[in-house]
């Protein structure tokens, strides 16, 4: 079973409750910043794709023998609506026993042919894996599916499966086919990059599966709209952020600057933040300073950047 981030998604609003957040123990404090989620409005759209592809009709029942994909490049964001989403149906044990409507799996490059059968046995609660042939584990897998009630399997990273040449490929799609024809008995949602896209377009009996519906993550772009965006998010994990003031991370003084290092990246300007908010923790001050930025960003400088973050500048847009 997959053991989801306990995300912190609270804002601290009022005085109190920051001085309140501040004076936390250490180790609490660390995993608000390491766990912390602001639903922005990307994240609330996209979310409510998924919510739209898992139960098409309000009230209705969880559709199956549909495929789609969630795409976006890496560190765009992409996973942690995944594990947000998969993290609000969690297991239960019933009269009829072990039951899970929605499993998220994270596929990997160094998965065999058997891993995603094994996966699905190990995310639907069972412990141990037989030692089969393929075949046979991935009709067992299946039937599992259909025991514990599964409606919905995501797959994130899932261009680990598709991008890969030969025998693997072949059987991993042939798992993802039957499930959806022969067993339809869940609906199955492709996480990645746009070569997920691109395989499902070139493949006319997957993208069959209900004509692949995407759902598109990106980062913020260097336009205006996508600045103001950009800033908005900022502003929402600075209220979330456990210190006694804000960081004002959304201000002009530091927008500019964490554009540029992140290129608008929702992944990339939280490594930034994340690691200054350890130091500044660490230092016992009031909020983030600019030289913990500083020194996060100089220490995740790429190859040939000779750009100074929160040093020497770069002009900003106008308020």
């Not at 994270?106 to 891993?115: N, T, V």
Request: net charge neutral.
């Amino acid at each position: 079973m997959t053991i989801f981030p306990s995300f912190h998604t609270t804002p601290f609003v009022t005085t109190d409750e920051r001085e309140a957040a501040a004076l936390l123990p250490p180790g609490e404090r660390q995993a608000m910043v390491k766990n912390v989620l602001f639903p922005y409005e990307q994240f609330l759209e996209v979310s409510k794709q998924i919510e739209r592809f898992h139960r098409p009709v309000k009230g209705g029942a969880a559709d199956t023998g549909w495929m789609a994909g969630v795409i976006g490049e890496f560190r765009s964001g992409k996973t942690f609506i995944l594990q947000n989403f998969a993290r609000q149906h969690p297991a239960a044990l019933t009269d009829k026993g072990f039951e899970q409507e929605v499993i998220y799996l994270q596929a990997r490059l160094d998965w065999d042919s058997l891993e995603l059968g094994r996966q699905i046995y190990l995310a639907t609660g069972v412990p141990t894996v037989p030692s089969i042939k393929t075949s046979t584990l991935n009709t067992k897998a299946a039937r599992r599916i259909v025991d514990c009630n599964v409606k919905l399997i995501i797959i994130d990273d899932a261009h680990c499966l598709l991008g890969v040449a030969g025998r693997r490929r072949t059987v991993f799609v042939s798992l993802i086919k039957y499930l959806l024809d022969q067993v339809n008995a869940c609906n199955i949602l492709l996480a990645g990059p746009s070569i997920v896209e691109r395989s499902m377009e070139t493949d006319m009996q997957m993208i069959g599966r209900g004509g692949f519906p995407r759902f598109y993550v990106n980062g913020f772009s260097s336009e205006q709209e996508g600045r103001n965006q950009f800033r908005i998010f900022l502003h929402g994990v600075d209220q979330r952020l456990p210190f006694r003031t804000l960081s004002d991370l959304a201000s002009l003084r530091y927008f500019s600057d964490l554009m540029e290092v992140s290129d608008g990246s929702i992944g990339m300007v939280m490594n930034i933040v994340q690691a200054a908010a350890y130091e500044a923790i660490n230092d016992g001050t009031a909020c983030i300073m600019k030289e913990h930025l500083a020194q996060a960003a100089r220490e995740r400088r790429r190859v040939g950047k000779k750009y100074e973050p929160f040093g020497q500048g770069v002009a900003g847009p106008e308020e």
